[in-house]
């Protein structure tokens, strides 16, 4: 019998990330030295840009999955913290790039390095980053390893351009959606799992399964986010409130409203999207629809399946703290929509 996603867990207390950061913590001081002394340069931009976004209050959620995953796999090796340090690198460049491309100004909670030092020391200390962590990958000498963590950045870098691609067309379906969020997000869940079974040397089958619960969790995790962007403040995001409507990205909340409206309605989610509908009455009309057509709330169900998907992948490995950590961070990772 599996474990049933739920708000509050048996201890009564709200969902949290907590269990997992003092399970790790001492692997995560290893993997924050990595990160420390490989941003560093001669260049004195660099680090100052890097150091922006990585001590800008990021959870380092994909290289504690990694490390929690290795806890629950009994490893008790230290090469799981250059490769952590990789993964946290990869993404800390995507989201460099990604802050470009979406012309943000908000990240964290804090202007964006783009805000601050420009688009193009943004994208060159992003390619810094991407460097440094195939750096990393090819120390550790698995060839396993970096064809995993290789692949994920390709797909990742696809995921974004098929993003790109897909914004302000409304008519965007839900598979691919799911496709989008599939590669730009859910593949270094991924990725940071299943190197974990990597590192650990357990056999294939368990690679798969920390590879589908990392999968299932960023998916998840990406739906919860496309949802509290019209649902929540900027003070609980760290961004803008209705940044996706303003930039006309086509995310699951829209798509399903978008197809369940009337005439009317799809005329406006047209407009909105292509940005002759932007202002902050066009975004208070724009949450009314998608509460009336129930889109939100589908949203976050649709989350919460997949959710439920990562709870039962882990279904193959013993009870342990970290396996019930794992399982918590599933239940955070929903429970941020209420």
Request: aromatic share 6%.
């Amino acid at each position: 019998m599996t474990a049933t996603i739920h708000r509050l867990n048996p201890s009564g207390r709200a969902p949290s990330l907590e269990p997992m950061m003092a399970l790790v913590a001492n692997d995560m001081n290893q993997v924050n030295s990595v990160i420390l002394a490989r941003m560093q340069s001669d260049i004195p931009l660099i680090p100052e840009l890097a150091g922006h976004l990585i001590a800008g209050g990021g959870k380092r959620m994909r290289p504690m999955l990694m490390l929690a995953c290795a806890r629950m796999l009994d490893y008790t090796g230290t090469r799981h913290h250059k490769l952590a340090a990789s993964v946290e690198f990869i993404h800390t460049a995507t989201l460099l790039h990604d802050d470009v491309v979406d012309k943000s100004d908000l990240r964290r909670g804090r202007r964006t390095a783009n805000l601050i030092w420009g688009n193009p020391a943004s994208v060159l200390v992003g390619d810094f980053l991407f460097s440094r962590s195939f750096e990393l990958m090819v120390e550790d000498g698995s060839l396993k390893a970096l064809r995993i963590l290789s692949n994920a950045s390709a797909v990742i870098a696809e995921g974004e351009v098929n993003q790109l691609t897909a914004q302000r067309q409304v008519e965007t379906g839900e598979d691919r959606y799911l496709q989008i969020i599939g590669a730009k997000t859910a593949a270094l869940f991924a990725a940071a799992c299943r190197i974990a079974a990597v590192v650990a040397e357990r056999p294939e089958a368990d690679e798969l399964a920390l590879d589908a619960y990392g999968r299932n969790l960023g998916i998840a995790f990406q739906l919860v986010d496309d949802a509290i962007d019209y649902a929540s403040d900027a003070e609980t995001m760290g961004k803008g409130v209705g940044d996706d409507f303003r930039d006309g990205k086509v995310t699951l909340p829209v798509i399903l409203a978008h197809a369940r409206g009337s005439a009317e309605d799809r005329s406006f989610w047209r407009d909105a999207m292509h940005g002759h509908r932007i202002g902050d009455d066009d975004l208070a009309h724009a949450k009314s629809l998608l509460e009336q057509t129930g889109a939100i709330a589908d949203t976050i169900e649709r989350a919460r399946h997949y959710g439920q998907r990562a709870i039962d992948a882990l279904g193959s490995f013993g009870s342990s703290q970290a396996k019930s950590t794992l399982v918590e961070a599933v239940e955070f990772a929903i429970a941020r929509a209420y």
